[in-house]
């Protein structure tokens, strides 16, 4: 595709219950970032894959929060037990080399997460 | 904690004004400055970005300065068109090798341009 794309764009679940958010990177991205942006806050970093490993999991909130990349392609980031803090926008970015400073990542429109 | 701080959270200008935006940070680690601009609905867009070795960057309306010294550095938006409308984020990067794609956003900044 000609950008980065997310489903689902909006995801309504039940406190506890399991999510998967995938992320499709622009073709030929080696990179792949994850960030969550919470209502009038700026951009959190989660974690990022430079192909299929994740040499930074740091921003990752708690062992609820998971994601793998396959093929060095598409990602899921899963997140288990969802509580009411969780809600929020899950933005995924790729750019084509995370271990190039100036490559600029370009974002997918998000999946918004609400979590009753 | 937020590594980039980030000022005002929102800014009224009219329609031909100057928008500025305002961001500090305290990690010298921090090699490269991007600003973003989103939309409501949509991911945000790289606007402009600046290294350190240079003090400002012009992009048609847009300019970046840098303080080095002050670790500090502003988004101008010349001439401001309803148009810009959006939300600015600024950003860091680290330099170093593990942590290059690892931006660190500020709080983010509406910007309302009244005709």
């Known amino acids: 595709g000609a950008g980065v794309s997310q489903s689902p764009s909006n995801k309504v679940t039940e406190k506890g219950k399991d999510v998967e958010l995938r992320c499709d990177p622009i073709?030929?991205?080696?990179?792949l970032y994850w960030y969550r942006q919470s209502l009038g806050q700026g951009l959190e970093f989660l974690i990022y894959f430079q192909g299929n490993s994740a040499p930074d999991k740091s921003g990752l909130p708690s062992d609820r929060f998971s994601a793998e990349r396959t093929g060095g392609s598409v990602s899921t980031l899963t997140i288990q037990r969802t509580q009411q803090e969780d809600s929020a926008v899950y933005l995924c970015?790729?750019?084509?080399?995370?271990?190039?400073?100036?490559?600029?990542?370009?974002f997918g429109p998000g999946t918004r997460l609400l979590v009753l | 904690q937020q590594q980039v701080k980030q000022s005002p959270q929102s800014l009224i200008v009219q329609k031909g004004g100057i928008s500025i935006i305002n961001c500090a940070y305290e990690?010298?680690?921090?090699?490269?400055f991007p600003w973003y601009q989103q939309f409501p609905g949509k991911g945000p867009a790289l606007l402009i970005a600046i290294r350190p070795d240079v003090s400002e960057k012009k992009e048609g309306r847009f300019t970046i300065s840098f303080n080095k010294s002050a670790k500090q550095f502003s988004l101008h938006i010349m001439d401001s068109q309803p148009g810009d409308s959006a939300t600015y984020f600024c950003a860091a990067s680290p330099v170093l090798t593990d942590s290059w794609g690892k931006l660190q956003f500020g709080a983010g900044t509406q910007v309302v341009v009244t005709p």
């Open positions: 970015a790729s750019s084509l080399d995370s271990r190039v400073i100036q490559e600029t990542q370009y």
């Open positions: 990690n010298t680690a921090f090699d490269y």
């Open positions: 073709s030929g991205h080696t990179a």
